[in-house]
């Protein structure tokens, strides 16, 4: 975030001139007292980000506290701080908006492929190209490189993006594919070499954010990815296959469930997992749930987890799922990690339309019979606004 970007959000403060370009993501490792009120800084400013987002403001300020000259050179990512201050500025993200963009670019396609046919039947005829041969050579301008980070640190190298997924081709180990956030799925024939060449799949597919992909154990030309930035904010919360290597992607299968009732929808995918003795089985780890495929990827369902009293049917918050190996009776195994949702809430996310924070706890008391009032969930144990949206009984 750059200082002109953070003095519009710290409207009304009275104390911007000393702040830097770095403070608002990054903390330092300093004295124990400088640490401390740092600490207190960035409490502050988590729950004055979280009370304007909750109340659709524009900024947070002013704050209660002084801001504190961070002078030192030890920076390290704060990415609570900047997640939040992302779902700010940039507001939630939705499933439907990468739907519509696919949709688009589908239409697009088509549209260009209509284009090239009707002009190849014209120059067939004898008649004149609309698009006549030229000598005019384009020239890369960039950008080629990017230094700074979202924290607004400096590095010495370039900036390719933020590698999510790495896979290896089943039949050759060489062959690697990697996803990145915000830059596609890429693919080497040949890892090994000092300066491997990457070549890129998804350019026809009218996203770039890849959350998680996998490769079919029986055939590396069937790719199934998952969309959407599990932190960042970028949209998603759907799959695509291709069956060709990324020359031609499928229709998006949105991720969805349902919450007391209401449909719900993924924006955000965090693993995709094939299993190697069944390629028809697909295992995925969303922001609001697990998802599972038995028909290779046409279509997902949910699948509601074991939990323990008193979250009964709530949701979960996935994020690894690693296979493990044969059972005695010959299935397939897997261990999955994730969270739980504070009963009748969004499981932890910065992406959901209704905003569901991580916390230590869920809110007292959570008793059999006696209604909950649901939460939009605050940072830590301390935080207490728990606004209420709708009561249910605990089972």
């Known amino acids: 975030?750059?200082?002109?970007?953070?003095?519009?959000?710290?409207?009304?403060?009275?104390?911007?001139?000393?702040?830097?370009?770095?403070?608002?993501?990054?903390?330092?490792?300093?004295?124990?007292?400088k640490q401390q009120q740092l600490q207190t800084l960035?409490?502050?400013?988590?729950?004055?980000?979280?009370?304007?987002i909750q109340h659709g403001q524009e900024g947070i300020g002013p704050l209660p506290v002084n801001y504190i000259e961070d002078d030192s050179d030890a920076l390290q990512d704060d990415a609570m701080m900047r997640s939040l201050w992302l779902r700010l500025n940039n507001?939630?993200?939705?499933?439907?908006?990468?739907?519509?963009?696919?949709?688009?670019?589908?239409?697009?396609?088509?549209?260009?492929?209509t284009y090239a046919a009707s002009a190849l039947r014209l120059e067939q005829a004898g008649g004149q190209s609309p698009t006549p041969a030229t000598t005019l050579q384009w020239s890369r301008l960039g950008p080629q490189s990017a230094l700074s980070e979202w924290n607004g640190s400096y590095y010495d190298?370039?900036?390719?993006?933020?590698?999510a997924t790495?896979?290896?081709?089943p039949a050759n180990p060489k062959t690697v594919y990697i996803g990145a956030?915000?830059?596609?799925?890429?693919?080497?024939?040949?890892?090994?070499?000092?300066?491997?060449?990457?070549?890129?799949?998804t350019n026809t597919l009218g996203t770039m954010y890849i959350g998680s992909f996998d490769i079919d154990p029986t055939n590396s030309s069937v790719i199934h990815a998952g969309l959407g930035d599990f932190w960042e904010g970028n949209p998603g919360g759907v799959?695509?296959?291709?069956?060709?290597?990324?020359?031609?992607?499928?229709?998006?299968?949105?991720?969805?469930?349902?919450?007391?009732?209401?449909p719900i929808h993924a924006v955000g995918t965090r693993t995709v997992r094939v299993d190697p003795n069944d390629h028809n089985n697909i295992l995925v780890a969303s922001d609001i749930g697990l998802f599972r495929s038995t028909d290779g990827g046409a279509t997902y369902l949910p699948i509601d987890l074991p939990n323990a009293a008193p979250y009964g049917t709530d949701l979960e918050g996935m994020f690894s799922i690693v296979y493990v190996g044969l059972s005695a009776t010959g299935q397939s195994q897997f261990l999955a990690t994730g969270n739980y949702a504070c009963p009748g809430g969004y499981p932890p996310s910065f992406n959901q339309p209704r905003l569901g924070f991580f916390v230590t706890k869920c809110p007292?008391?959570?008793?059999?019979?006696?209604?909950?009032?649901?939460?939009?969930?605050?940072?830590?144990?301390?935080?207490?606004?728990?606004?209420?949206?709708?009561?249910k009984d605990v089972a």
């Open 1 to 33: 975030m750059t200082a002109r970007t953070l003095k519009k959000a710290i409207y009304g403060s009275a104390v911007i001139a000393g702040l830097t370009t770095t403070w608002v993501v990054a903390h330092a490792v300093n004295s124990p007292s």
């Open 42 to 52: 960035r409490d502050v400013t988590i729950a004055a980000l979280e009370d304007a």
């Open 91 to 113: 507001g939630p993200t939705t499933q439907a908006s990468v739907m519509h963009l696919m949709q688009e670019t589908n239409l697009q396609q088509q549209r260009e492929a």
């Open 157 to 163: 190298g370039l900036d390719g993006g933020r590698v």
């Open 166 to 169: 790495i896979r290896t081709d």
């Open 181 to 201: 956030i915000g830059g596609g799925i890429w693919r080497t024939p040949d890892i090994t070499l000092t300066s491997p060449a990457w070549t890129p799949l």
């Open 239 to 262: 799959m695509v296959s291709t069956t060709d290597g990324g020359q031609h992607w499928g229709a998006p299968v949105a991720l969805n469930s349902t919450l007391l009732g209401t």
């Open 364 to 391: 007292d008391p959570l008793v059999a019979g006696q209604p909950v009032r649901l939460v939009e969930r605050g940072v830590g144990p301390e935080s207490l606004r728990y606004p209420k949206i709708s009561d």
